[in-house]
Protein backbone atom coordinates (compact mmCIF):
# COMPACT_ATOMS: atom_id res chain seq x y z
CA UNK A 1 0.00 0.00 0.00
CA UNK A 2 1.61 3.56 -1.00
CA UNK A 3 1.62 6.21 1.55
CA UNK A 4 -1.50 8.73 1.14
CA UNK A 5 0.78 11.66 1.46
CA UNK A 6 3.74 11.17 -0.90
CA UNK A 7 1.60 8.54 -3.13
CA UNK A 8 5.50 6.89 -3.48
CA UNK A 9 6.81 5.03 -0.99
CA UNK A 10 5.43 2.04 0.90
CA UNK A 11 2.93 3.04 3.85
CA UNK A 12 3.79 1.47 6.94
CA UNK A 13 1.64 3.02 9.63
CA UNK A 14 -1.98 3.48 9.83
CA UNK A 15 -3.05 6.12 12.02
CA UNK A 16 -6.56 6.59 12.99
CA UNK A 17 -7.46 10.23 14.43
CA UNK A 18 -10.56 11.53 16.50
CA UNK A 19 -11.54 15.00 16.69
CA UNK A 20 -15.26 15.80 17.72
CA UNK A 21 -16.41 12.23 16.99
CA UNK A 22 -15.14 12.60 13.62
CA UNK A 23 -12.89 9.42 12.52
CA UNK A 24 -10.22 9.79 9.91
CA UNK A 25 -8.03 7.49 8.89
CA UNK A 26 -4.27 7.57 6.91
CA UNK A 27 -1.62 5.60 5.74
CA UNK A 28 1.67 7.31 6.35
CA UNK A 29 4.93 5.91 5.58
CA UNK A 30 7.72 6.76 8.06
CA UNK A 31 9.04 10.12 6.45
CA UNK A 32 5.61 11.77 5.58
CA UNK A 33 4.43 10.60 9.24
CA UNK A 34 7.40 12.38 10.83
CA UNK A 35 7.12 15.60 8.45
CA UNK A 36 2.97 15.64 9.74
CA UNK A 37 4.29 15.34 13.52
CA UNK A 38 1.65 12.90 13.34
CA UNK A 39 4.23 10.24 15.15
CA UNK A 40 7.41 11.35 16.66
CA UNK A 41 10.17 8.73 16.32
CA UNK A 42 12.52 10.92 18.84
CA UNK A 43 15.38 7.54 18.65
CA UNK A 44 17.72 7.70 16.31
CA UNK A 45 18.27 4.34 14.90
CA UNK A 46 22.18 4.10 15.24
CA UNK A 47 21.95 5.08 19.39
CA UNK A 48 18.78 2.41 19.36
CA UNK A 49 20.48 -0.45 18.58
CA UNK A 50 23.41 0.34 20.96
CA UNK A 51 20.64 0.86 23.38
CA UNK A 52 19.03 -3.04 22.22
CA UNK A 53 22.66 -4.08 23.25
CA UNK A 54 22.88 -2.71 26.48
CA UNK A 55 19.50 -3.90 27.33
CA UNK A 56 20.75 -7.38 26.99
CA UNK A 57 23.71 -7.16 29.30
CA UNK A 58 20.98 -6.34 32.01
CA UNK A 59 17.77 -8.60 31.56
CA UNK A 60 18.33 -12.36 32.57
CA UNK A 61 15.77 -14.42 34.77
CA UNK A 62 18.43 -15.66 36.95
CA UNK A 63 21.10 -12.97 38.00
CA UNK A 64 23.42 -12.97 40.66
CA UNK A 65 22.53 -10.46 43.52
CA UNK A 66 26.11 -9.98 43.86
CA UNK A 67 25.73 -8.73 40.14
CA UNK A 68 22.69 -6.38 40.55
CA UNK A 69 24.82 -4.23 43.49
CA UNK A 70 27.44 -4.28 41.16
CA UNK A 71 29.66 -2.70 43.91
CA UNK A 72 32.06 -4.36 43.41
CA UNK A 73 35.16 -2.68 41.17
CA UNK A 74 38.04 -2.82 38.98
CA UNK A 75 41.11 -2.32 40.96
CA UNK A 76 43.09 -1.10 37.83
CA UNK A 77 40.65 1.12 35.97
CA UNK A 78 37.66 1.20 39.10
CA UNK A 79 34.53 0.38 36.36
CA UNK A 80 32.15 -1.03 38.44
CA UNK A 81 29.40 -3.73 37.10
CA UNK A 82 27.15 -1.09 37.01
CA UNK A 83 28.84 0.86 34.82
CA UNK A 84 29.16 -1.48 32.15
CA UNK A 85 25.44 -2.43 32.14
CA UNK A 86 25.08 1.54 31.61
CA UNK A 87 27.30 2.03 28.69
CA UNK A 88 28.23 -1.98 27.61
CA UNK A 89 31.87 -1.35 27.32
CA UNK A 90 34.32 -2.89 29.50
CA UNK A 91 37.00 -0.21 31.03
CA UNK A 92 40.30 -2.20 30.76
CA UNK A 93 41.61 -5.99 30.50
CA UNK A 94 41.54 -6.20 33.74
CA UNK A 95 37.81 -5.86 34.19
CA UNK A 96 37.66 -9.51 32.23
CA UNK A 97 39.31 -11.21 35.40
CA UNK A 98 37.44 -9.36 37.94
CA UNK A 99 33.89 -9.67 36.48
CA UNK A 100 34.76 -13.19 34.71
CA UNK A 101 31.79 -14.80 36.26
CA UNK A 102 29.10 -12.27 35.67
CA UNK A 103 30.41 -12.13 31.79
CA UNK A 104 30.07 -15.39 31.19
CA UNK A 105 26.56 -16.25 31.10
CA UNK A 106 26.71 -12.79 28.58
CA UNK A 107 29.26 -13.91 26.44
CA UNK A 108 27.30 -17.47 25.86
CA UNK A 109 24.02 -15.10 25.25
CA UNK A 110 26.17 -12.93 22.33
CA UNK A 111 28.06 -15.87 20.98
CA UNK A 112 26.80 -18.92 22.25
CA UNK A 113 30.22 -19.94 23.81
CA UNK A 114 32.43 -18.27 25.78
CA UNK A 115 36.33 -19.95 24.86
CA UNK A 116 38.50 -18.69 22.72
CA UNK A 117 39.67 -21.14 19.46
CA UNK A 118 41.41 -18.56 17.60
CA UNK A 119 44.68 -17.02 16.94
CA UNK A 120 46.87 -16.89 20.19
CA UNK A 121 49.52 -14.12 20.58
CA UNK A 122 52.99 -16.03 19.95
CA UNK A 123 54.35 -14.31 23.49
CA UNK A 124 51.72 -15.88 25.31
CA UNK A 125 53.45 -19.36 25.20
CA UNK A 126 53.25 -22.04 22.93
CA UNK A 127 51.79 -24.14 25.55
CA UNK A 128 48.72 -22.76 24.87
CA UNK A 129 48.34 -23.60 21.79
CA UNK A 130 49.50 -27.21 21.83
CA UNK A 131 47.13 -27.41 24.71
CA UNK A 132 44.29 -26.37 22.18
CA UNK A 133 45.42 -29.01 19.96
CA UNK A 134 45.29 -31.67 22.13
CA UNK A 135 41.49 -30.81 23.09
CA UNK A 136 40.51 -30.95 19.36
CA UNK A 137 42.25 -33.89 18.71
CA UNK A 138 40.66 -35.42 22.30
CA UNK A 139 37.40 -34.67 20.92
CA UNK A 140 37.73 -36.09 17.53
CA UNK A 141 39.40 -39.49 19.32
CA UNK A 142 35.89 -39.62 21.20
CA UNK A 143 34.25 -40.02 18.16
CA UNK A 144 36.20 -42.65 16.24
CA UNK A 145 36.62 -44.40 19.77
CA UNK A 146 32.22 -43.70 19.41
CA UNK A 147 32.42 -45.12 15.84
CA UNK A 148 34.23 -47.78 17.14
CA UNK A 149 37.01 -47.12 14.58
CA UNK A 150 39.73 -48.16 17.29
CA UNK A 151 42.65 -48.02 14.50
CA UNK A 152 42.35 -44.01 13.95
CA UNK A 153 41.37 -43.60 17.53
CA UNK A 154 45.46 -45.24 18.68
CA UNK A 155 46.62 -43.05 16.19
CA UNK A 156 45.23 -40.16 17.94
CA UNK A 157 46.17 -41.01 21.07
CA UNK A 158 49.70 -41.62 20.21
CA UNK A 159 50.00 -38.11 18.59
CA UNK A 160 48.08 -36.83 22.08
CA UNK A 161 51.28 -38.33 24.16
CA UNK A 162 53.72 -36.68 21.79
CA UNK A 163 51.87 -33.32 22.53
CA UNK A 164 51.89 -33.67 26.30
CA UNK A 165 55.35 -35.11 26.25
CA UNK A 166 56.05 -31.92 24.10
CA UNK A 167 54.81 -29.43 27.25
CA UNK A 168 55.82 -31.35 29.51
CA UNK A 169 52.36 -32.65 30.74
CA UNK A 170 53.25 -36.52 29.82
CA UNK A 171 51.04 -38.97 31.40
CA UNK A 172 49.21 -36.09 33.69
CA UNK A 173 46.21 -34.66 32.89
CA UNK A 174 45.55 -31.06 31.08
CA UNK B 1 50.45 7.24 -1.82
CA UNK B 2 51.15 10.31 -0.07
CA UNK B 3 49.24 11.90 2.22
CA UNK B 4 48.18 14.83 -0.12
CA UNK B 5 46.98 12.23 -2.48
CA UNK B 6 44.91 10.15 -0.33
CA UNK B 7 43.05 13.20 0.41
CA UNK B 8 43.10 14.86 -2.69
CA UNK B 9 42.67 11.62 -4.96
CA UNK B 10 39.33 9.55 -5.04
CA UNK B 11 41.20 6.55 -6.21
CA UNK B 12 42.34 4.13 -3.35
CA UNK B 13 42.86 0.38 -3.73
CA UNK B 14 39.88 -0.91 -3.25
CA UNK B 15 38.34 0.46 -5.94
CA UNK B 16 40.72 -1.24 -8.54
CA UNK B 17 38.59 -3.25 -11.28
CA UNK B 18 39.05 -6.52 -12.87
CA UNK B 19 39.13 -8.55 -8.96
CA UNK B 20 37.21 -11.73 -8.30
CA UNK B 21 33.73 -11.74 -8.26
CA UNK B 22 34.06 -7.51 -9.16
CA UNK B 23 31.07 -7.72 -11.09
CA UNK B 24 29.10 -7.90 -7.62
CA UNK B 25 31.65 -7.50 -4.92
CA UNK B 26 32.78 -4.13 -4.10
CA UNK B 27 35.63 -5.03 -1.79
CA UNK B 28 36.12 -7.12 0.76
CA UNK B 29 37.44 -6.33 4.56
CA UNK B 30 39.24 -7.48 7.22
CA UNK B 31 39.48 -5.80 11.17
CA UNK B 32 41.42 -7.36 13.83
CA UNK B 33 40.46 -5.28 17.57
CA UNK B 34 43.64 -5.09 19.69
CA UNK B 35 44.45 -3.47 23.28
CA UNK B 36 47.82 -3.03 24.82
CA UNK B 37 48.22 -4.76 28.07
CA UNK B 38 47.93 -2.80 31.23
CA UNK B 39 45.67 0.00 29.60
CA UNK B 40 42.39 0.79 29.82
CA UNK B 41 40.49 0.29 26.56
CA UNK B 42 40.11 3.92 25.42
CA UNK B 43 36.22 4.78 26.52
CA UNK B 44 37.91 4.82 30.52
CA UNK B 45 41.63 5.78 29.81
CA UNK B 46 42.82 9.41 30.13
CA UNK B 47 44.18 12.22 27.68
CA UNK B 48 47.04 10.83 29.43
CA UNK B 49 47.06 7.32 28.56
CA UNK B 50 45.61 7.73 25.76
CA UNK B 51 48.92 9.89 24.08
CA UNK B 52 50.87 6.91 25.63
CA UNK B 53 49.29 4.31 23.23
CA UNK B 54 49.65 6.69 20.28
CA UNK B 55 53.40 6.90 20.57
CA UNK B 56 53.98 3.24 21.47
CA UNK B 57 52.34 2.69 17.96
CA UNK B 58 53.92 5.45 16.33
CA UNK B 59 57.08 3.36 17.29
CA UNK B 60 56.20 0.70 15.72
CA UNK B 61 56.01 2.46 12.38
CA UNK B 62 59.73 1.39 11.75
CA UNK B 63 58.83 -2.19 12.49
CA UNK B 64 55.99 -2.11 10.13
CA UNK B 65 58.43 -0.40 6.76
CA UNK B 66 60.76 -2.83 7.73
CA UNK B 67 59.02 -5.44 6.83
CA UNK B 68 57.20 -4.46 4.08
CA UNK B 69 58.09 -3.40 0.69
CA UNK B 70 56.16 -0.02 0.70
CA UNK B 71 56.23 2.48 3.42
CA UNK B 72 53.49 3.16 6.11
CA UNK B 73 52.64 6.47 6.83
CA UNK B 74 51.41 7.88 10.45
CA UNK B 75 48.85 10.36 10.89
CA UNK B 76 47.27 12.39 13.32
CA UNK B 77 44.35 13.11 13.51
CA UNK B 78 44.42 15.79 15.77
CA UNK B 79 46.06 17.79 13.25
CA UNK B 80 43.47 17.21 10.47
CA UNK B 81 40.23 19.23 10.01
CA UNK B 82 37.22 17.69 9.99
CA UNK B 83 36.06 17.66 6.85
CA UNK B 84 39.42 15.75 5.93
CA UNK B 85 38.58 12.57 8.51
CA UNK B 86 34.98 12.83 7.01
CA UNK B 87 37.16 11.95 3.55
CA UNK B 88 38.81 9.61 5.08
CA UNK B 89 35.54 7.91 6.21
CA UNK B 90 34.10 8.26 2.93
CA UNK B 91 37.12 6.09 1.26
CA UNK B 92 36.54 3.24 3.93
CA UNK B 93 40.16 4.07 5.66
CA UNK B 94 38.59 5.05 8.91
CA UNK B 95 35.24 4.38 10.40
CA UNK B 96 32.49 7.28 11.53
CA UNK B 97 33.45 6.75 15.21
CA UNK B 98 37.05 7.74 14.70
CA UNK B 99 36.24 10.75 12.43
CA UNK B 100 34.28 12.16 15.24
CA UNK B 101 36.74 12.29 18.32
CA UNK B 102 40.23 13.09 16.88
CA UNK B 103 41.77 13.92 19.83
CA UNK B 104 44.39 11.16 20.62
CA UNK B 105 43.55 9.69 18.16
CA UNK B 106 46.08 8.82 14.62
CA UNK B 107 45.93 6.24 12.18
CA UNK B 108 48.83 4.48 10.31
CA UNK B 109 47.76 3.95 6.51
CA UNK B 110 49.86 2.14 4.09
CA UNK B 111 51.16 4.24 1.57
CA UNK B 112 49.24 1.32 -1.09
CA UNK B 113 45.72 2.23 0.93
CA UNK B 114 45.28 -1.74 1.59
CA UNK B 115 46.01 -1.48 5.05
CA UNK B 116 45.25 1.25 7.89
CA UNK B 117 45.54 1.26 11.75
CA UNK B 118 43.36 3.03 14.06
CA UNK B 119 44.55 4.05 16.94
CA UNK B 120 42.57 4.61 19.76
CA UNK B 121 39.07 3.84 18.49
CA UNK B 122 37.09 1.99 20.50
CA UNK B 123 39.90 -0.28 21.02
CA UNK B 124 43.16 0.89 21.13
CA UNK B 125 43.97 -1.15 17.59
CA UNK B 126 41.71 -1.11 14.50
CA UNK B 127 43.48 -3.31 12.21
CA UNK B 128 41.89 -3.14 8.67
CA UNK B 129 42.64 -4.06 5.00
CA UNK B 130 40.65 -3.82 2.75
CA UNK B 131 41.20 -5.39 -1.19
CA UNK B 132 38.90 -5.02 -4.02
CA UNK B 133 36.31 -7.79 -5.05
CA UNK B 134 35.67 -11.01 -3.06
CA UNK B 135 39.54 -11.29 -1.72
CA UNK B 136 38.94 -12.07 2.07
CA UNK B 137 41.93 -14.62 2.74
CA UNK B 138 44.37 -12.06 0.75
CA UNK B 139 43.03 -9.58 3.39
CA UNK B 140 43.39 -11.62 6.24
CA UNK B 141 46.78 -12.57 5.24
CA UNK B 142 47.65 -8.88 5.49
CA UNK B 143 46.21 -7.80 8.56
CA UNK B 144 47.76 -10.79 10.18
CA UNK B 145 51.14 -9.80 9.34
CA UNK B 146 50.59 -6.80 10.81
CA UNK B 147 49.52 -8.56 13.81
CA UNK B 148 51.95 -10.20 14.00
CA UNK B 149 54.67 -7.74 14.10
CA UNK B 150 52.83 -5.84 16.45
CA UNK B 151 52.68 -8.54 18.63
CA UNK B 152 56.28 -8.52 18.37
CA UNK B 153 56.83 -5.51 19.80
CA UNK B 154 53.94 -4.71 22.74
CA UNK B 155 52.00 -7.08 24.72
CA UNK B 156 48.50 -7.68 23.66
CA UNK B 157 45.78 -7.56 26.24
CA UNK B 158 44.68 -11.78 26.12
CA UNK B 159 43.26 -14.03 28.06
CA UNK B 160 43.57 -18.14 27.54
CA UNK B 161 39.69 -18.38 27.86
CA UNK B 162 38.69 -15.03 25.97
CA UNK B 163 41.01 -14.66 23.58
CA UNK B 164 42.35 -11.32 22.72
CA UNK B 165 40.33 -8.78 25.00
CA UNK B 166 37.82 -5.81 23.90
CA UNK B 167 36.03 -3.19 24.80
CA UNK B 168 33.30 -4.47 23.45
CA UNK B 169 32.15 -8.00 24.21
CA UNK B 170 30.46 -8.64 20.94
CA UNK B 171 34.25 -8.68 19.93
CA UNK B 172 35.72 -10.90 21.81
CA UNK B 173 38.00 -13.87 20.86
CA UNK B 174 39.42 -13.46 17.86
CA UNK B 175 38.23 -9.28 17.32
CA UNK B 176 37.83 -10.73 13.60
CA UNK B 177 35.07 -8.65 11.82
CA UNK B 178 35.61 -10.02 8.17
CA UNK B 179 32.78 -7.48 5.32
CA UNK B 180 32.28 -7.80 2.38
CA UNK B 181 30.62 -5.08 0.04
CA UNK B 182 28.15 -5.88 -2.34
CA UNK B 183 26.51 -4.47 -4.83
CA UNK B 184 22.93 -6.31 -5.20
CA UNK B 185 20.50 -4.12 -7.47
CA UNK B 186 18.76 -6.92 -9.24
CA UNK B 187 17.91 -8.84 -5.49
CA UNK B 188 16.59 -5.18 -4.51
CA UNK B 189 14.20 -4.74 -8.16
CA UNK B 190 12.91 -8.12 -8.04
CA UNK B 191 12.07 -8.06 -4.55
CA UNK B 192 14.13 -10.96 -3.42
CA UNK B 193 16.51 -8.57 -0.96
CA UNK B 194 14.39 -9.03 2.28
CA UNK B 195 14.07 -13.25 2.18
CA UNK B 196 18.26 -13.48 1.22
CA UNK B 197 18.78 -10.84 4.23
CA UNK B 198 16.69 -12.97 6.62
CA UNK B 199 18.18 -16.24 5.42
CA UNK B 200 21.76 -14.38 5.74
CA UNK B 201 20.84 -13.83 9.20
CA UNK B 202 20.06 -16.82 10.50
CA UNK B 203 23.75 -18.01 9.43
CA UNK B 204 24.65 -16.01 11.83
CA UNK B 205 25.71 -12.83 9.61
CA UNK B 206 24.67 -9.50 9.84
CA UNK B 207 23.57 -6.97 6.95
CA UNK B 208 24.36 -3.44 6.88
CA UNK B 209 24.32 -0.27 4.97
CA UNK B 210 27.58 1.27 3.12
CA UNK B 211 29.13 3.01 5.71
CA UNK B 212 28.71 0.48 8.35
CA UNK B 213 26.51 0.03 11.31
CA UNK B 214 22.96 2.20 11.22
CA UNK B 215 23.81 3.39 7.51
CA UNK B 216 21.26 2.89 4.82
CA UNK B 217 21.88 0.38 2.20
CA UNK B 218 22.18 3.50 -0.48
CA UNK B 219 22.99 2.75 -4.22
CA UNK B 220 21.87 -1.00 -3.28
CA UNK B 221 25.15 -1.44 -1.92
CA UNK B 222 24.87 -3.72 1.35
CA UNK B 223 28.19 -5.16 3.86
CA UNK B 224 27.64 -8.55 5.00
CA UNK B 225 30.20 -9.63 7.56
CA UNK B 226 30.24 -12.30 10.45
CA UNK B 227 28.37 -11.24 13.92
CA UNK B 228 30.68 -14.02 16.29
CA UNK B 229 33.91 -13.46 17.07
CA UNK B 230 34.20 -16.03 19.91
CA UNK B 231 34.57 -19.77 20.05
CA UNK B 232 35.46 -19.79 16.52
CA UNK B 233 38.73 -19.55 14.50
CA UNK B 234 39.64 -17.38 11.90
CA UNK B 235 39.38 -19.66 9.15
CA UNK B 236 36.34 -20.82 10.34
CA UNK B 237 34.90 -17.51 10.44
CA UNK B 238 36.11 -16.31 6.97
CA UNK B 239 34.72 -19.55 5.28
CA UNK B 240 31.38 -18.97 6.73
CA UNK B 241 31.01 -15.27 5.20
CA UNK B 242 32.74 -16.49 1.93
CA UNK B 243 30.47 -19.36 1.05
CA UNK B 244 27.48 -17.19 2.06
CA UNK B 245 28.57 -14.48 0.13
CA UNK B 246 28.83 -16.41 -3.15
CA UNK B 247 25.17 -17.78 -2.53
CA UNK B 248 24.42 -14.16 -2.28
CA UNK B 249 26.55 -13.57 -5.22
CA UNK B 250 24.87 -16.80 -7.29
CA UNK B 251 21.44 -15.37 -6.39
CA UNK B 252 22.10 -11.74 -7.53
CA UNK B 253 23.57 -13.07 -10.77
CA UNK B 254 20.54 -15.63 -11.64
CA UNK B 255 18.48 -12.50 -10.62
CA UNK B 256 20.24 -10.25 -13.02
CA UNK B 257 19.87 -12.99 -15.61
CA UNK B 258 16.08 -13.08 -14.93
CA UNK B 259 15.68 -9.68 -15.01
CA UNK B 260 17.24 -9.05 -18.66
CA UNK B 261 15.49 -12.18 -19.93
CA UNK B 262 11.30 -11.35 -18.86
CA UNK B 263 12.07 -7.69 -19.02
CA UNK B 264 14.72 -6.54 -21.50
CA UNK B 265 13.16 -3.65 -22.77
CA UNK B 266 12.57 -1.87 -19.40
CA UNK B 267 15.87 -2.86 -18.13
CA UNK B 268 17.36 -1.12 -21.40
CA UNK B 269 15.36 1.75 -21.05
CA UNK B 270 16.49 1.97 -17.20
CA UNK B 271 19.62 1.52 -17.79
CA UNK B 272 20.11 4.11 -20.62
CA UNK B 273 18.21 6.43 -18.62
CA UNK B 274 20.56 6.54 -15.81
CA UNK B 275 23.31 7.11 -18.03
CA UNK B 276 21.48 9.68 -19.73
CA UNK B 277 20.83 11.85 -16.39
CA UNK B 278 24.48 11.63 -15.09
CA UNK B 279 25.68 12.55 -18.37
CA UNK B 280 23.68 15.64 -18.94
CA UNK B 281 22.18 17.26 -15.57
CA UNK B 282 23.22 19.78 -14.26
CA UNK B 283 22.34 19.24 -10.48
CA UNK B 284 22.04 16.02 -8.91
CA UNK B 285 21.61 14.91 -5.25
CA UNK B 286 23.79 11.99 -3.48
CA UNK B 287 20.94 9.88 -3.36
CA UNK B 288 20.12 10.06 -7.02
CA UNK B 289 23.56 9.82 -8.28
CA UNK B 290 24.48 7.26 -5.89
CA UNK B 291 20.82 5.33 -7.27
CA UNK B 292 21.70 5.93 -10.83
CA UNK B 293 25.26 5.04 -10.67
CA UNK B 294 23.82 1.55 -9.04
CA UNK B 295 21.92 1.25 -12.77
CA UNK B 296 24.76 1.68 -14.65
CA UNK B 297 26.82 0.10 -13.39
CA UNK B 298 25.11 -2.89 -13.51
CA UNK B 299 23.86 -2.03 -16.73
CA UNK B 300 27.94 -2.38 -17.73
CA UNK B 301 27.93 -5.94 -16.35
CA UNK B 302 25.01 -7.11 -17.97
CA UNK B 303 26.31 -5.91 -21.36
CA UNK B 304 23.79 -3.54 -22.00
CA UNK B 305 25.90 -0.30 -21.89
CA UNK B 306 29.48 0.13 -23.16
CA UNK B 307 30.08 3.75 -22.76
CA UNK B 308 31.85 4.97 -20.04
CA UNK B 309 33.10 1.48 -19.74
CA UNK B 310 36.82 2.74 -18.61
CA UNK B 311 34.74 4.83 -16.26
CA UNK B 312 35.41 3.12 -12.30
CA UNK B 313 32.02 3.23 -10.61
CA UNK B 314 33.59 2.06 -7.16
CA UNK B 315 35.33 5.47 -7.87
CA UNK B 316 32.72 7.77 -8.75
CA UNK B 317 30.86 6.37 -5.50
CA UNK B 318 33.58 8.47 -3.75
CA UNK B 319 33.66 11.23 -5.40
CA UNK B 320 30.11 12.11 -5.48
CA UNK B 321 29.84 11.94 -1.33
CA UNK B 322 29.08 15.42 0.04
CA UNK B 323 32.70 16.04 1.84
CA UNK B 324 34.95 14.66 -0.72
CA UNK B 325 33.09 17.12 -3.12
CA UNK B 326 33.47 19.67 -0.62
CA UNK B 327 37.04 18.96 -0.49
CA UNK B 328 37.50 19.17 -4.19
CA UNK B 329 36.29 22.30 -4.09
CA UNK B 330 38.16 25.38 -3.49
CA UNK B 331 35.32 27.28 -1.98
CA UNK B 332 35.38 27.14 1.79
CA UNK B 333 31.52 26.18 2.64
CA UNK B 334 29.25 25.00 -0.68
CA UNK B 335 25.75 25.13 -0.17
CA UNK B 336 23.16 22.26 -0.82
CA UNK B 337 22.59 23.25 -4.01
CA UNK B 338 26.05 24.10 -5.69
CA UNK B 339 26.80 21.00 -4.08
CA UNK B 340 24.96 19.27 -6.48
CA UNK B 341 25.59 21.03 -9.53
CA UNK B 342 29.43 20.59 -8.70
CA UNK B 343 28.68 16.72 -7.92
CA UNK B 344 26.75 16.72 -11.66
CA UNK B 345 29.94 18.77 -13.34
CA UNK B 346 32.04 16.18 -12.23
CA UNK B 347 30.09 12.61 -13.37
CA UNK B 348 29.39 15.05 -16.55
CA UNK B 349 33.36 15.14 -16.97
CA UNK B 350 34.17 11.81 -15.98
CA UNK B 351 31.58 10.05 -17.96
CA UNK B 352 33.17 12.44 -21.05
CA UNK B 353 36.54 11.60 -20.43
CA UNK B 354 36.22 8.29 -20.21
Known amino acids: MLCDECKSRTACMHIIKIVNNQKTEKNLCAECAKAAGEISLSFDTQSYVHDFLKGIFNHGLFVDPQMLRGQESCSECGMTYTDF ?19 EPLLKRIHGSSSHTGKIPKRNGGTLKIRQQIKKIRQQLEQYVINEEYEKAVLLRDEIKNLEKEIGLSGKEE | ?67 EQSDYMFIDLEKLPLLERLVLVEKHIISPDHAREASNRA ?18 LRIQCLMPGLNLVKAFTSANQVDDIIENKHALAF ?138 RMGYELGIINEGSNCNFNELMVITRPNFLQKMSDRPELSGNERKKLRAQIIREKLTND
Open chain 2, 1 to 67: MLMKNLLDQPFVHWMSSGAQDGDIVLASRIRLARNLEGIPFPQRANGEQLSQVVSQLKSSLCDLNSN
Open chain 2, 159 to 296: NEELGYLTSCPTNLGTGLRASVMVHLPALVLTGQINRIVNAVIQLGLTVRGLYGEGTEAVGNIFQISNQLTLGFTEQEIIDNLYSVVKQVVDHERTARGGLYADTTDMLVDRVWRAYGTLKYARSISGQEALALLSDV
Open chain 2, 107 to 124: ILVKQDTTVSIMVNEEDH
Open chain 1, 85 to 103: NRKGKVGCSACYTVFGGQF
